[in-house]
């Protein structure tokens, strides 16, 4: 039975050195009470395990003997507690301290969502705050071609994102996650799929949980600053083999939780994404080609969790469809 008023903290690191002390600072700063912190690291090289040795008094620290991926590490730390809340944060976040407190409060108002993301701000790599403030997400949406965006990224916060709202999901660096949806989504025992390794995996569980009729809620109020590494624009800088996963992710997602009703409508504007995706990594970006070969080598597993999602779906194609009629066209 879960501990419906306690809060996780869930941290995956790796090679986090830079960025997982000033995260604690502000973790540790929370007023929120009822809470207990949880870190998995998997295989740092960097000094992190150092570091996470000075908090064993105050955290529970899990360290792995290889990197098994963001979904795999936050599985684990997310079976080592029977807490209530479940907030998954990524070591280059920083809370402010009435972060957790506004998200619980939201869903404790709330029975219908199943998440709740607050406002979340672009930081310095030092961890300070622009005078500016620029968002790096709001939410996550989905654009008719099966990509999944941050609303309001990279724009200067100018009050429009102001109000509480239902939005398609929550990026994965600072989500809070209501026990029983992730008991209701979960699948062979995982809440983040872990052969999605890293990427798309926040994606692929808000797309069940609106399939199984959880909301996502965002909420304002609660507001925290990430240091943003990876963007559309810089796919370049990014280790070869996470733009691998990107690419193979992007048709487990589509395997796993797309419904014929929703593809009939924008199959236009995903064939030519895919179409792109296939010619990028042909003529260019050749490192991503064994992406193919693990969605084949996955393909029956991942039939196997579709129909498992299928079998709870709550929600119909039009409900759906809605989610993805307002992103970018093609």
Not at 43 to 56: F, K, N, P, Q
Not at 78 to 93: M, Q, R, Y
Not at 133 to 140: A, C, E, K, L, N
Request: hydrophobic letters at 40%; aromatic letters at 12%; one cysteine or more.
């Amino acid at each position: 039975m879960s501990d419906s008023g306690l809060a996780a903290i869930t941290i995956v690191t790796f090679n986090s050195s830079a960025f997982i002390r000033q995260c604690l600072k502000y973790v540790f700063e929370q007023d929120y009470s009822q809470s207990e912190v949880i870190i998995v690291d998997n295989a740092s090289m960097d000094g992190t395990v150092e570091i996470l040795r000075e908090y064993e008094d105050r955290v529970r620290v899990i360290y792995n003997h290889e990197n098994t991926g963001f979904a795999a590490g936050q599985n684990q730390a997310i079976a080592l507690t029977n807490a209530g809340w479940i907030l998954t944060l990524n070591p280059d976040v920083r809370l402010t301290p009435d972060f957790i407190r506004r998200l619980v409060t939201a869903l404790e108002a709330d029975g219908s969502a199943g998440s709740a993301c607050g406002k979340l701000l672009r930081m310095t790599d030092d961890f300070g705050v622009p005078e500016r403030p620029v968002f790096d997400s709001t939410g996550i949406y989905m654009t008719r071609n099966l990509r999944h965006l941050d609303r309001g990224s990279r724009v200067a916060d100018e009050g429009q994102y102001n109000q509480p709202e239902y939005v398609f999901g929550a990026t994965g660096a600072a989500c809070l996650y209501r026990r029983r949806m992730i008991e209701e989504i979960s699948i062979d025992g995982e809440f983040f799929d872990s052969d999605f390794f890293a990427y798309r995996e926040d994606a692929d569980v808000a797309w069940r949980a609106q399939l199984a009729g959880w909301k996502c809620l965002y909420t304002p109020l609660a507001v925290a600053y990430h240091v943003r590494s990876v963007l559309p624009e810089n796919r370049r800088a990014v280790p070869a083999v996470l733009n691998m996963h990107s690419v193979k992710n992007r048709w487990l997602l589509r395997i796993k939780n797309m419904t014929a009703g929703v593809y009939r409508r924008y199959w236009l504007a995903i064939t030519m994404r895919d179409l792109a995706v296939i010619g990028g990594c042909l003529l260019r970006e050749w490192s991503s080609l064994p992406a193919f070969w693990l969605v084949l080598r996955k393909l029956r597993l991942t039939l196997a969790k579709r129909r498992e999602i299928m079998r709870r779906r709550r929600v119909p194609d039009e409900q759906m469809a809605a989610w993805f009629s307002n992103g970018f066209p093609y």
